[in-house]
């Protein structure tokens, strides 16, 4: 028989009973009931109840041991006693009687449970991350982490994509973030930096001749912690096309994209036929380019209601003169609803910044849709009308207002829209809801510097032809700021699980993009030399991708935190609380690598 085991703790089965075997693994619970002993034993795989009772050979040694001890079990597999099976368990049916027992690796008093899924502060979790992992609910993320990326790469490669890995040591370049600089101790004074994505790299692999690039690539951003955005390192999908148009990227990955999520659902439905939004609607109706489509709120825009001169809710018609905008977030069946409800969403946006949020409630009066609440009094019924008729409410719905800078009002209403559609249980939350959001815009007016700038990626493609857009000039300001670009994301739940775009592989173009901006040729050799040089020598119509593997992971475990599916992530302070990063080095390694600290005062 093996050293250890001769079958894992998840195997054994009615079918093997009679049969002595070996067990080894943690002990996962201990129960004492009356002179017999219950060690329910856990390994990778499963878990089978191991029971010693006086008679066993065994029984002193099994009194001994205590919550996490790794153990060794030898035994005689039986059926459990009529009416203690447990069909929730695959091993439930049967039980290991002890007859001999070994004590592998005892353990010391636990800082944290590993039975039952209690909650526990970061910093205990963080520190104690090897105890953490070995819980029910973590493990299985982690394994589902895995079978997710096994089937995300079987998926490219059947879709004919091939898997390159770029370099982890490279230039420093500004992709929106801080880098992470490593110093060179061969080039004193002179720094690598760890890649914030391998989006040179994978260009430059189109202009070499290549054609269909994927790549599970780790990715290095120094930027603050959130929820849904890990400190340090993250993962995602990487992907780059030659002589494709954006609508075959879509058709290359929307398959890739929707069949995992198929398949890791369990049984939630999944967007069939992903939706595509452009940005502009996305703003219009959800006031937000990541919208939940689980929420069948649609925000509408009633500006021109509220500058009717009939109309005298002053408060609103002074933005609207500034150039501000009036939105609608219909709240369905809210005039059943308590004064309190509408007076917690004022309170909530006020929370937010906002002087509040106006509505109205739209009543049947004998036939007729009648208006109450704190403005429906400066509406005229007319007018009412027409707002119930845009914003598709009616007798027994409420509709709420967001007013300002149309930016500002249009996010508001967004936030509004998610708040209204959680106090009211509005939508399925069981299902995934993907989409396309398409044509950002490729610029945006600076107002602290009064000039144009890039709105998202300044290397996407913008959609316009060529020679249109390369006779632009500074006066067609108007022009410019209406452009759109070939770039686009993909959205799942509220989350952006995916950003992409066609690339801008024409020097002559890149020049004229960087020109409107304020940048001049200088900017692109110096920080772009390498693909901008490439550029110059036959570069293909190219364009790509790259999904969030760990965000991926995260709705499709159900977590609402990343760290729930990271192996051993840092804390909100960037900090490993395990292993103790980032740490002071020696004196010795700061010489070698000719660096002298300047650390700013306590």
């Not at 079987?154 to 880098?179: N, V, Y």
């Not at 189109?206 to 690539?217: K, L, N, P, T």
């Not at 509005?426 to 396309?436: E, I, N, R, T, V």
């Not at 709105?455 to 959609?463: L, R």
Request: charged share 25%.
């Amino acid at each position: 028989m093996h050293r250890y085991r001769s079958h894992t703790c998840g195997a054994l089965r009615e079918s093997h009973e009679g049969e002595t075997v070996r067990l080894s693994g943690w002990c996962h619970r201990i129960r004492d009931h009356g002179g017999v002993l219950f060690i329910d034993l856990r390994d990778h795989y499963g878990l089978t109840q191991c029971v010693a009772d006086p008679d066993s050979p065994a029984f002193k040694l099994a009194e001994t041991a205590r919550a996490e001890w790794v153990v060794r079990i030898d035994g005689r597999v039986r059926r459990r006693p009529a009416g203690t099976e447990n069909p929730d368990l695959p091993t439930g049916m049967i039980e290991i009687f002890i007859t001999d027992m070994e004590v592998l690796g005892p353990a010391a008093e636990l800082p944290m449970p590993v039975f039952g899924e209690q909650e526990y502060p970061e910093e205990t979790r963080l520190t104690y991350r090897f105890l953490d992992l070995r819980r029910e609910r973590l493990h299985e993320n982690i394994m589902k982490r895995g079978a997710i990326i096994d089937s995300l790469r079987h998926r490219m490669k059947d879709q004919g994509f091939s898997e390159f890995q770029t370099p982890i040591l490279t230039a420093s370049s500004p992709e929106g973030a801080r880098d992470f600089l490593v110093p060179s101790r061969l080039h004193p004074g002179k720094f690598y930096a760890l890649p914030q994505a391998p989006q040179q790299f994978k260009q430059l692999l189109m202009v070499a001749g290549f054609d269909r690039y994927f790549q599970v690539a780790p990715c290095f951003r120094d930027e603050d912690p959130r929820a849904d955005r890990l400190p340090g390192e993250f993962y995602q999908l990487d992907v780059e096309m030659s002589f494709v148009t954006q609508e075959d990227v879509f058709q290359a990955m929307e398959p890739v994209i929707r069949g995992t999520f198929e398949e890791f659902a369990e049984g939630k439905p999944v967007t069939p036929v992903f939706l595509r939004i452009p940005y502009a609607e996305a703003i219009l109706k959800y006031g937000s380019d990541k919208p939940d489509l689980r929420n069948p709120l649609v925000i509408s825009d009633v500006s021109e209601v509220f500058g009717r001169e009939e109309v005298t809710f002053n408060a609103f018609k002074s933005l609207l003169k500034t150039g501000g905008a009036v939105r609608a977030i219909p709240a369905p069946g809210a005039a059943a609803q308590p004064r309190s409800f509408f007076d917690k969403m004022n309170d909530w946006a006020r929370g937010e910044g906002a002087p509040g949020l106006g509505y109205i409630v739209f009543e049947d009066a004998g036939g007729q849709l009648a208006g109450r609440g704190p403005i429906a009094k400066f509406v005229p019924p007319e007018a009412q009308a027409e707002i119930a008729k845009i914003s598709g409410c009616k007798a027994g719905d409420a509709v709420f207002f967001a007013a300002g800078e149309p930016a500002k009002a249009a996010a508001l209403a967004g936030k509004a829209r998610v708040r209204i559609g959680d106090e009211l249980g509005l939508g399925d939350k069981d299902q995934f809801a993907l989409c396309w959001i398409t044509d950002f815009p490729q610029y945006e007016w600076n107002e602290d510097e009064k000039k144009i700038d890039f709105s998202h990626n300044p290397f996407s493609m913008p959609a316009i032809e060529p020679d249109a857009f390369l006779a632009l000039n500074a006066e067609d300001r108007d022009r410019i700021l209406s452009l759109t670009a070939y770039q686009y994301d993909v959205v799942c739940n509220g989350f952006e699980i995916a950003s992409g775009a066609i690339r801008n592989h024409r020097p002559d173009i890149m020049r004229r993009a960087f020109a409107i901006a304020g940048y001049d040729e200088r900017v692109l050799e110096e920080k772009f030399g390498g693909m901008y040089r490439a550029f110059h020598y036959g570069a293909p119509p190219h364009g790509g991708m790259a999904a969030g593997i760990d965000r991926i992971v995260m709705l499709l475990c159900g977590a609402i935190n990343l760290r729930e599916v990271t192996l051993f992530p840092m804390n909100q302070r960037a900090e490993d609380l395990l292993l103790g990063a980032p740490s002071a080095v020696t004196p010795k390694q700061l010489r070698e690598l000719h660096i002298r600290l300047n650390l700013p005062e306590k």
